[in-house]
C-alpha cells in the first residue's frame, strides 16, 4: 500500500536522528570517560543497545493500524536501520576491546540483514504492483494481512528472546535490572 513516491525524509526524522545521535554520544562518552568494565560495562552496552537499535520493521504497518503515516514510517525505518548499520561498527568496538571485528565487514554484515528484512521485501513489493497489478489489487485486498504477518514476525522474535534470555549466563536480577533499564528509557523517551 506504500506510495513509493512519497518517501522522502521530512523535518521529524532529522529531529528523532539528532536525538538519537546525542544519546548514542552520551552513553559513549560516559563508558569511555569512567572507564566502566564488568557488570557496569554490561549494562551500559545494554542502554547503548536501547538507544542505537533501529526502528523495528513493524513500525510503519502498526503506524498505519493507528492512523498514521505510512510514507512517513517506512521512510522513518529505512533511514533508522541504515543509521543504526554505521553507528553499530563505530561504537562497539570501542567500548568492548573484544570485539575483533572490522567496521566494513560488521558493517556489510548489518547492511545485508537490513536488506533481507527490508529492501528484499519493498523491492518485491514495488515489483509486484508495477508488474502484477491483478495479484497487487488481490493482496491489498487481503484485510489486516500486514498486521497479521507483523504478528506472525513478532512471535518469531519473541521466541528468539526467550531463547537468548534462557541460554543467558547470568542471573535473573542481572537480566531484571536490563528489563527495567529498557523499560525507563521506553518511558523517558
Avoid at 559513549?28 to 560495562?41: D, H, R, Y
Avoid at 512517513?72 to 575483533?100: G, H, Q, R
Wanted: aromatic residues 10%.
Amino acid at each position: 500500500k506504500v506510495d513509493f513516491r512519497k518517501l522522502r525524509p521530512v523535518a521529524w526524522h532529522w529531529w528523532v536522528g539528532v536525538f538519537q545521535l546525542l544519546c548514542v554520544g552520551a552513553v559513549m562518552a560516559a563508558v569511555l570517560a569512567f572507564g566502566l568494565s564488568g557488570n557496569l560495562l554490561i549494562l551500559a552496552e545494554a542502554l547503548l543497545t536501547c538507544v542505537i537499535s533501529p526502528c523495528a520493521s513493524a513500525a510503519p504497518v502498526v503506524t498505519q493500524k493507528l492512523g498514521g503515516n505510512l510514507e512517513e514510517m517506512t521512510t522513518y525505518t529505512f533511514l533508522s536501520n541504515f543509521v543504526t548499520a554505521l553507528f553499530v561498527p563505530l561504537c562497539f568496538p570501542l567500548i568492548d576491546k573484544a570485539a575483533d571485528v572490522s567496521f566494513l565487514s560488521a558493517f556489510s554484515t548489518i547492511l545485508y540483514r537490513v536488506a533481507t528484512v527490508l529492501v528484499a521485501p519493498m523491492l518485491l513489493a514495488w515489483l509486484v504492483k508495477h508488474l502484477l497489478p491483478r495479484l497487487h489489487k488481490y493482496i491489498i485486498g487481503i484485510k489486516d494481512l500486514s498486521y497479521y504477518s507483523w504478528a506472525l514476525s513478532l512471535l518469531i522474535v519473541s521466541g528468539t528472546t526467550i531463547c537468548n534470555i534462557v541460554h543467558a549466563h547470568t542471573t535473573v536480577m542481572f537480566l531484571c535490572i536490563i528489563a527495567v533499564m529498557g523499560l525507563l528509557l521506553c518511558i523517558m523517551l
